[in-house]
């Protein structure tokens, strides 16, 4: 059997204000320094600074970085200007984290993971998206250390990106049906604890919408716990299959052919939850239905995105990623069954 090595968080701290412990805990963990903290330009106010002053205070040499871009090359120059540093720390949203963890994999240094929204599941996954040419890639990254997970800042986050989180939660329903597909009829390697743990992480979500959508602590606890456990799945399984199937692929689809589109990635990949269910022969107008309680987009209006380009991003999301067996590579997707899944789904009207 071939040998597989798993790394997970060490440590995940979650709870109020627990952006105050950073230094405690990377001492805890054995972390020295110089460290690099990266930042966004709005994170930093809310939460980058307080952890670069609480490092500070507590001995630590740091270095203070506001990212903007998820450009590769400029992603680059960062890794290229931190190899001085013992270990990095990313506070903000999706972008910063992936930056910080790609960084930190380039590096071959540790990562702390410190999100300050709930959008999707790359908060702890050894995963992340950078832009190369104008096209989204996905690269190998570092998965994180350990985690710090401030309730107070995250449920303050806008409503959109915690329920655009819950939709990436909702997506794993197919994405381990998918890969039991691949498993079925490819023989693909799977793993049931690592499959359990995805569907666990959307069946939370799942139980706890009324509480997440008040904003409620408890509610956006779950939603957390939920977003790291789908990241521990990755993990686990050595890639993103338990997390990302063929509603991932119509997300990645839609993000390559549509430039300016205002779109989130989990709101993607609930749309295309609703068509890949379908698909399955699953309960899809389940899968619609708890979208649509969270606020979330469930057809391409919603979405902001044109019909023809939904129908062209269903239809061709199976040449994203060719070697990722799913249901649009069974059924052999194309343009005239992409239309009549998204109109029998109301995906277009
Ligand atoms: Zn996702």
């Given at each position: 059997m071939k040998k597989q090595i798993i790394e997970l968080p060490r440590e995940i701290v979650i709870g109020d204000d627990?952006?105050?412990?950073?230094?405690?805990?990377?001492?805890?963990?054995?972390?020295?320094?110089?460290?690099?903290?990266?930042?966004?330009?709005?994170?930093?106010?809310?939460?980058?600074?307080?952890?670069?002053?609480?490092?500070?205070?507590?001995?630590?040499?740091?270095?203070?970085?506001?990212?903007?871009?998820?450009?590769?090359?400029d992603v680059d120059k960062i890794v290229e200007e931190s190899k001085t540093h013992n270990f990095i720390v990313g506070v903000g949203g999706g972008k910063i984290i992936d930056i910080a963890k790609y960084s930190a994999y380039n590096l071959d240094i540790p990562f702390i993971s410190v999100p300050t929204a709930p959008s999707h599941d790359g908060i702890a996954s050894p995963r992340a998206t950078l832009s190369y040419n104008g096209q989204k890639y996905s690269y190998d990254a570092r998965a994180p250390r350990a985690i710090?997970?401030?309730?107070?800042?995250?449920?303050?986050?806008?409503?959109?990106?915690?329920a655009s989180g819950c939709a990436d939660m909702i997506a794993k329903l197919t994405a381990v049906t998918d890969w039991r597909l691949a498993h079925d009829e490819k023989g693909e390697y799977f793993s049931e604890y690592a499959a359990s743990l995805a569907l666990l992480s959307a069946q939370i979500v799942l139980n706890s919408t009324d509480k997440i959508k008040k904003r409620n602590k408890d509610g956006i606890k779950d939603l957390v716990k939920s977003l790291i456990s789908s990241s521990i799945a990755m993990c686990i399984a050595g890639s993103s299959r338990p997390a990302s199937g063929s509603e991932h692929l119509i997300s990645h689809s839609l993000d390559s052919l549509v430039k300016d589109k205002k779109s989130l990635h989990g709101e993607q990949c609930g749309v295309g939850c609703i068509i890949s269910s379908y698909l399955h022969g699953m309960d899809w107008k389940k899968v619609r239905d708890s979208l649509r309680n969270l606020g979330c987009p469930i057809n391409s209006k919603e979405?902001?995105?044109?019909?023809?380009?939904?129908?062209?991003?269903?239809?061709?999301?199976?040449?994203?990623?060719?070697?990722?067996?799913?249901?649009?590579?069974?059924?052999?997707?194309?343009?005239d069954k992409a239309e009549k899944a998204a109109r029998i789904t109301g995906v277009i009207q």
């Open positions: 627990v952006i105050d412990d950073t230094a405690e805990m990377c001492k805890r963990i054995g972390l020295k320094g110089p460290v690099l903290v990266i930042s966004g330009p709005h994170t930093k106010d809310v939460a980058g600074l307080k952890v670069v002053e609480n490092l500070r205070k507590a001995g630590y040499e740091v270095d203070f970085d506001v990212a903007i871009s998820i450009k590769k090359s710090i997970a401030d309730l107070n800042i995250i449920s303050k986050a806008p409503f959109r990106l915690i979405l902001g995105v044109s019909d023809s380009y939904i129908i062209r991003a269903i239809a061709t999301a199976k040449l994203i990623r060719p070697d990722r067996y799913t249901i649009l590579h069974k059924i052999d997707m194309d343009e």
